[in-house]
């Protein structure tokens, strides 16, 4: 490792998947910037001086291949990566709120289109944008959720207000957004998620899922494959083909299998990424919190909901430890990841790199889960253990430097 980075590894960590937060370098689109950028977010022995408070993302995690990642949008990735950092930043610095800073960082990548949020969401079998999102403080343990929601521009202000101004955790649905209204927050028009990649995406996966055999859909009824969603569309009606058979009298419901959920085909670069966005933040008061945001899982069907709302599975802070997560998220439900983590933090004592790591590279891999998590102690310690090929991810400390990195080697 070169002088700039004097820094030793953990014994028994992967040094692919664990960090400190430090100024380690800046973030650059130019190439040695970058492979130093990557370089940095792989030591994870603590540095001199442990900075008070920091931020650190992820923007989704997957098969992400330097070949098929161009060089122009590498640099559009990394910029917009750099900007969601200096947002929360920008509110640490001041002295605010880290629950502030995640939703000033989680916001801006749901207003790009290169990430699986907000306005770069994925759109489901039906051709219709699902939102879903989390936050969670760690001081109070108030959390907020939403999932299954069509018309919020920024769903992670949605979960916040459903903390904050709600007796409730989690909502969905038109109710959430019934909800949105009755606290000013205006809904928007289906028109204003599109986006060609996105759509491009799903009629690639609608193409592959007939071409393995899945039932065509009924003469007559209505298909969106090939045809956008119009101008003030609201989420239409499954086609017969999403339809489970009416049982016979006396006869048991037969289980339906579902769509393939696969994660999402970047019809740029063709790569397979889990698209989510998440952000944890430690404060100078030394407070943490967690957001994370998505749109789920390209193709999907029945309002499958994955695990960034989900409490303890994708989202989770307390007083000791913050985790936002992003993959294959019925695995992260089944195996409580978010929150195993900070389980082991707390009633093991183990340092958080090495439960983070552990989590990820043991337990959920073990189980055939792929994915990450990016996470933060209250000393300021951070992990981002990933189990696939690249994860979207950057760091800010007090110096105001942003780091960002994407790939698992330098």
């Known amino acids: 490792m070169s002088p700039s980075f004097p820094f030793r590894m953990h014994r028994g960590l992967l040094a692919s998947t664990a960090l400190l ?10 190439q040695a910037g970058a492979a130093r950028d990557e370089a940095a977010l792989r030591t994870d022995e603590a540095p001199r001086v442990k900075p008070r408070w920091g931020l650190v993302i992820h923007g989704g995690a997957g098969v992400i291949s330097r070949e098929n990642l161009t060089p122009e949008r590498e640099a559009a990735m990394r910029a917009a990566l750099t900007q969601a950092l ?13 629950m502030d800073a995640v939703t000033a960082a989680i916001r801006v990548m749901e207003d790009s289109p290169y990430f699986n949020a907000g306005k770069g969401a994925v759109f489901n079998h039906d051709g219709v944008n699902e939102l879903d999102a989390a936050v969670m403080d760690g001081k109070t343990r108030m959390a907020g ?8 521009q920024n769903p992670i202000d949605l979960a916040r207000l459903v903390m904050e101004k709600s007796p409730h955790v989690m909502m969905v649905g038109d109710g959430a957004e019934a909800f949105a209204q009755s606290q000013g927050m205006p809904l928007v028009d289906a028109k204003y998620f599109y986006t060609e990649e996105r759509w491009q995406g799903l009629q690639r996966a609608l193409e592959q899922e007939k ?24 989420p239409a009606q499954p086609p017969a ?11 048991p419901a037969q289980p339906q299998p579902s769509s393939s959920l696969t994660p999402g085909v970047d019809p740029i670069t063709g790569d397979h990424k889990f698209g989510t966005v998440g952000a944890v933040a430690l404060d100078m008061e030394g407070n943490l919190a ?12 029945f309002g499958r909901v994955g695990d960034a709302p989900i409490i303890g599975a994708g989202t989770y802070a307390d007083e000791r430890c913050a985790v936002s997560a992003t993959g294959h998220g019925e695995f992260f439900i089944r195996y409580t990841v978010a929150r195993d983590i900070c389980a082991r933090v707390e009633y093991q004592e183990l340092p958080l790199p090495e439960a983070a790591s552990y989590v990820i590279n043991d337990v959920l891999a073990k189980a055939g889960g792929e994915g990450g998590v990016i996470a933060m102690d209250r000393q300021g310690h951070v992990a981002t253990p990933f189990n696939s090929s690249g994860m979207y991810r950057g760091y ?14 330098p």
């Open 241 to 251: 083909s999403a339809q489970p058979p009416a049982p016979q009298p006396g006869q």
């Open 290 to 301: 967690a957001g994370t945001s998505t749109g789920g899982m390209t193709n999907k069907r």
């Open 21 to 30: 937060l430090a100024p380690l370098g800046c973030a650059t689109s130019s």
């Open 211 to 234: 071409a393995k055999g899945a039932p065509p859909a009924e003469q007559g009824q209505p298909s969106t494959q090939g045809q956008p969603p119009a101008q003030g569309a609201t």
């Open 396 to 409: 800010i400390g007090e110096d105001g430097t942003p780091t960002v990195a994407i790939f698992q080697q």
């Open 86 to 98: 200096q947002a929360g930043h920008a509110v640490l610095a001041k002295g605010g709120r880290s």
């Open 145 to 152: 959720a939403v999932a299954g929601v069509h018309h919020i």
